[in-house]
């Protein structure tokens, strides 16, 4: 008799297993960079935290959940999902009893009886980023900013924020009963799942898989145009936020999201070439969760993102953009000038991570290849140059360069990477080395 692993499920070989560690601990690194914490909550909980977090209508609670007894007849569930188990964690340890914002994040596996096909599994790994305790439309953007360049530090390029609001409660209960009479027409076009949720949870008929009741989803009514004063207000300020950091992203006024603790602000980010299964994560505000599970009422929000996901993504970039990117690179040209790379690049790995190019090869080609790896700034020391005592500062975004007196190049570097913080994508400290948890 010959075992084999359960379906859809993955065994991550030494190489894979390396990759993994680059890339998380790359994920890691621009997490806690932010000010986000990490936390390590239990792979599983009671089944009726997720049952009151993410909501009875949802797949994930109606068909998803691996849910066992346990001897003393206990009912609990393999954690489909991190943030109503980071929820629970944030009551139960008493962590808003100092006021203020407290941030977290998380990587682990999580469990979901899903279809299993490319991208998606039974179990799957998350990196997920939750802040709790401010109802300020600046933390949605600063949550959605630290997504993207995590996404962006590893090399990926071409990703598309999609955004919407699904208001609060009471702005919300407006719409279901418009969607719920419009639905009612349309029974006939719908799936019996659709049918039923049409009593119980109109909304959830947005994202449902099937192609017919999609084509209804396209014709119902849309949740911006219920939305209150205040929950409009706070979406255009999300909006501005993300234009003043330069985050790009497209307005999907029919994105809900499968979760139904979601309030206000709701978005993914798609990789587009991945095609059906191209969201890489996605999250939103809730500011309902903490109250759900027995606190006060606590605003919050944040994402998720899935590890298996970025991986393909990253396959997809190709080889060059898998590992993580060294923001600064030392090109030298000549003997004299690689042993002054090297001490210089001791002292830039003060302020970000800095490699030199000991390939020996021509200036041409060393500035191709960093071009290609992702990094932001070249420091070209040629003999030339040195023999001034000077180096080259090279901006690989904008593609300018400028000449400093060795002794200053520190201190651009620095002011360099701070511009390119500003501009939307922080530089990696290089203190942290990630692993799987
Ligand atoms: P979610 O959209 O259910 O959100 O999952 C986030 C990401 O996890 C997805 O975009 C996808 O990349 C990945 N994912 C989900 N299911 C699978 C699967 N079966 N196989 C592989 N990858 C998968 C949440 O989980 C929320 N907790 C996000 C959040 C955090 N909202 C607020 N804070």
Same mark, same amino acid.
Request: with cysteine; net charge neutral.
């Given at each position: 008799?010959?075992?084999?692993?359960?379906?859809?499920?993955?065994?991550?070989?030494?190489?894979?297993?390396?990759?993994?560690?680059?890339?998380?601990?790359?994920?890691?690194?621009?997490?806690?960079?932010?000010?986000?914490?990490?936390?390590?909550?239990?792979?599983?909980?009671?089944?009726?935290?997720?049952?009151?977090?993410?909501?009875?209508?949802?797949?994930?609670?109606?068909?998803?959940?691996?849910?066992?007894?346990?001897?003393?007849?206990?009912?609990?569930?393999?954690?489909?999902?991190?943030?109503?188990?980071?929820?629970?964690?944030?009551?139960?340890?008493?962590?808003?009893?100092?006021?203020?914002?407290?941030?977290?994040?998380?990587?682990?596996?999580?469990?979901?009886?899903?279809?299993?096909?490319?991208?998606?599994?039974?179990?799957?790994?998350?990196?997920?980023?939750?802040?709790?305790?401010?109802?300020?439309?600046?933390?949605?953007?600063?949550?959605?900013?630290?997504?993207?360049?995590?996404?962006?530090?590893?090399?990926?390029?071409?990703?598309?924020?999609?955004?919407?609001?699904?208001?609060?409660?009471?702005?919300?209960?407006?719409?279901?009963?418009?969607?719920?009479?419009?639905?009612?027409?349309?029974?006939?076009?719908?799936?019996?799942?659709?049918?039923?949720?049409?009593?119980?949870?109109?909304?959830?008929?947005?994202?449902?898989?099937?192609?017919?009741?999609?084509?209804?989803?396209?014709?119902?009514?849309?949740?911006?145009?219920?939305?209150?004063?205040?929950?409009?207000?706070?979406?255009?300020?999300?909006?501005?936020?993300?234009?003043?950091?330069?985050?790009?992203?497209?307005?999907?006024?029919?994105?809900?999201?499968?979760?139904?603790?979601?309030?206000?602000?709701?978005?993914?980010?798609?990789?587009?070439?991945?095609?059906?299964?191209?969201?890489?994560?996605?999250?939103?505000?809730?500011?309902?969760?903490?109250?759900?599970?027995?606190?006060?009422?606590?605003?919050?929000?944040?994402?998720?993102?899935?590890?298996?996901?970025?991986?393909?993504?990253?396959?997809?970039?190709?080889? !060059? %953009? /898998?590992?993580?990117?060294?923001?600064? #690179?030392?090109?030298? +040209?000549?003997? @004299?000038? $690689?042993?002054? =790379?090297?001490?210089?690049?001791?002292?830039?790995?003060?302020?970000?991570? !800095? %490699? /030199?190019?000991?390939?020996?090869?021509? #200036?041409?080609?060393? +500035?191709?290849? @960093?071009? $290609?790896?992702? =990094?932001?700034?070249?420091?070209?020391?040629?003999?030339?140059?040195?023999?001034?005592?000077?180096?080259?500062?090279?901006?690989?975004?904008?593609?300018?360069?400028?000449?400093?007196?060795?002794?200053?190049?520190?201190?651009?570097?620095?002011?360099?990477?701070?511009?390119?913080?500003?501009?939307?994508?922080?530089?990696?400290?290089?203190?942290?080395?990630?692993?799987?948890?």
């Amino acid at each position: 008799m010959s075992f084999r692993r359960p379906r859809g499920t993955q065994d991550l070989l030494p190489a894979e297993a390396a990759r993994w560690r680059r890339v998380t601990g790359s994920m890691r690194r621009c997490l806690e960079s932010y000010g986000y914490g990490e936390i390590r909550t239990p792979v599983f909980e009671e089944t009726e935290l997720f049952v009151r977090g993410v909501g009875t209508g949802t797949d994930i609670v109606q068909k998803e959940m691996y849910t066992f007894p346990d001897r003393k007849g206990r009912n609990l569930t393999l954690r489909p999902e991190g943030t109503a188990p980071v929820a629970r964690a944030y009551l139960e340890n008493n962590l808003g009893h100092e006021g203020g914002v407290r941030r977290f994040y998380y990587l682990g596996p999580m469990f979901r009886y899903d279809r299993p096909q490319a991208g998606r599994f039974r179990e799957f790994f998350q990196v997920g980023a939750e802040a709790i305790g401010s109802a300020l439309p600046e933390l949605d953007v600063e949550v959605i900013d630290a997504m993207m360049n995590m996404l962006r530090d590893l090399g990926l390029v071409g990703l598309a924020v999609e955004i919407n609001s699904v208001g609060h409660p009471a702005c919300r209960a407006v719409y279901e009963d418009a969607l719920g009479a419009a639905l009612a027409r349309e029974s006939a076009s719908l799936c019996p799942t659709c049918i039923e949720r049409t009593r119980t949870n109109p909304l959830r008929v947005l994202d449902c898989k099937n192609q017919s009741c999609q084509e209804v989803a396209a014709r119902l009514p849309v949740l911006r145009e219920f939305l209150c004063d205040d929950c409009r207000a706070h979406y255009g300020a999300v909006l501005a936020g993300l234009e003043s950091l330069g985050v790009p992203y497209t307005e999907n006024p029919r994105l809900v999201r499968g979760l139904d603790y979601y309030t206000r602000t709701a978005f993914e980010v798609h990789y587009p070439p991945l095609g059906a299964q191209s969201a890489l994560g996605g999250g939103g505000r809730y500011d309902g969760l903490i109250e759900a599970c027995g606190g006060p009422p606590t605003p919050a929000v944040g994402f998720s993102c899935g590890i298996e996901r970025v991986l393909v993504a990253l396959d997809e970039r190709g080889a !060059a %953009a /898998v590992a993580p990117a060294v923001p600064v #690179l030392v090109l030298p +040209l000549g003997e @004299a000038s $690689r042993r002054r =790379a090297l001490a210089l690049a001791g002292v830039l790995r003060h302020t970000a991570p !800095a %490699a /030199v190019d000991l390939t020996g090869r021509s #200036l041409k080609a060393q +500035l191709r290849a @960093a071009d $290609r790896s992702g =990094a932001r700034i070249a420091v070209i020391l040629g003999d030339d140059e040195l023999g001034r005592g000077e180096a080259i500062l090279r901006d690989l975004e904008a593609g300018t360069q400028t000449a400093h007196p060795l002794d200053a190049v520190p201190e651009m570097v620095r002011a360099a990477m701070a511009r390119a913080a500003v501009a939307g994508s922080p530089p990696t400290p290089p203190s942290a080395s990630g692993g799987r948890p």
